[in-house]
C-alpha cells in the first residue's frame, strides 16, 4: 500500500521552502573559505537542478483530476510536487532521474486524491475553519519574509492571489480538524513502545552506537508511534473513501 502524506503544500509555502533552502546554502558559502571557482561550480550546479524540478512542473490552469466534482488543477500539483521533490533531496536522493520522476509525479496525484476526497468528507460533515485562525497561519506564513514587499513577490510569483491563499490555509486547517476527530491515530500502549525501543537498540549495537536508555527517549518512540499509527489509519481510510468515488486522471 502506497505511503500518503496528507499535508496541504501551497504554492506560496514551496516558494518559501526553497527560499530558506536558498538562504542557508549562501550562508554555507559565506562561511567557507572555498575558492570562488568552486563557489561558482556549486552555485551552477544548484542551478542547474532548480532548472530540471522546475521542468517537472505543470501549466497552473492544467487539470490534474478530476475528484467526484472537484477539479484539481496544474497550482495544486506544483505546490506538492515541489513538497515531494524537497523531502527527496533531503533524503539525500535525486528526484530528477527517470524513475524517481515518474515516482513522484505518481506521489504527487495520489496526494493531491487522497487530500481531496478527505476535504470533501471535511466540507460534508461541516468543518470550519475561523477567520481568527486562518490570520494566525497567515501571519506565521509570513514571518518567514524579512519585509511585506518579499511576501507578496512570494506570492505573486506562487501564482496565487491573496484570496486563493486564505482559501488554502482554511482547507488546511478543515482538513487537520478532521483528521484528528475521525481518524484518531489511538493510543500507544507500553509494550508498543518497548518493542520499538528494543529494535531500536539492537540497531544501535550493530553500528556502535551509544543507546540512551528507555525514559530519555520515550516520548519521541511514543511520537513516532502515533504518526505511524496515523499514516496507516489514513491510508485505509482514503481507500475506503476511492470505493464509492468517481476519479479521473488527466495527466
Do not use: W
Request: charge should be negative; glycine fraction near 6%; aromatic fraction near 4%.
Amino acid at each position: 500500500m502506497k505511503k500518503i502524506m496528507f499535508i496541504f503544500v501551497t504554492g506560496l509555502m514551496a516558494v518559501v521552502l526553497a527560499a530558506c533552502g536558498g538562504n542557508e546554502d549562501n550562508k554555507v558559502a559565506d562561511n567557507s573559505n572555498k575558492a570562488n571557482t568552486e563557489e561558482n561550480e556549486q552555485q551552477k550546479a544548484m542551478d542547474d537542478m532548480q532548472k530540471k524540478l522546475e521542468a517537472q512542473q505543470i501549466d497552473e490552469k492544467k487539470t490534474v483530476a478530476i475528484v467526484n466534482d472537484t477539479k484539481i488543477l496544474g497550482i495544486d500539483y506544483n505546490g506538492t510536487l515541489a513538497s515531494i521533490q524537497g523531502q527527496m533531496q533531503q533524503m539525500g536522493q535525486d528526484p530528477t532521474s527517470k524513475e524517481a520522476a515518474e515516482q513522484v509525479k505518481n506521489q504527487t496525484i495520489e496526494n493531491l486524491v487522497g487530500q481531496t476526497l478527505l476535504l470533501q468528507e471535511a466540507n460534508k460533515k461541516s468543518y470550519k475553519a475561523s477567520e481568527a485562525d486562518i490570520n494566525k497561519k497567515l501571519e506565521e506564513l509570513k514571518k518567514r519574509f524579512k519585509t511585506e514587499k518579499e511576501f507578496e513577490s512570494a506570492l505573486k510569483k506562487s501564482g496565487m492571489d491573496m484570496k486563493t491563499l486564505q482559501t488554502q490555509i482554511a482547507d488546511g486547517i478543515k482538513l487537520n480538524q478532521y483528521i484528528e476527530k475521525e481518524v484518531p491515530a489511538g493510543e500507544i500502549t507500553d509494550e508498543e513502545i518497548q518493542k520499538a525501543y528494543d529494535q531500536y537498540a539492537e540497531q544501535g549495537k550493530t553500528t556502535g552506537q551509544e543507546i540512551p536508555k528507555l525514559e530519555e527517549v520515550k516520548p519521541q518512540i511514543e511520537q513516532s508511534l502515533q504518526q505511524q499509527k496515523r499514516q496507516e489509519k489514513l491510508t485505509q481510510h482514503v481507500e475506503e473513501l476511492k470505493k464509492n468515488a468517481k476519479i479521473e486522471i488527466k495527466i
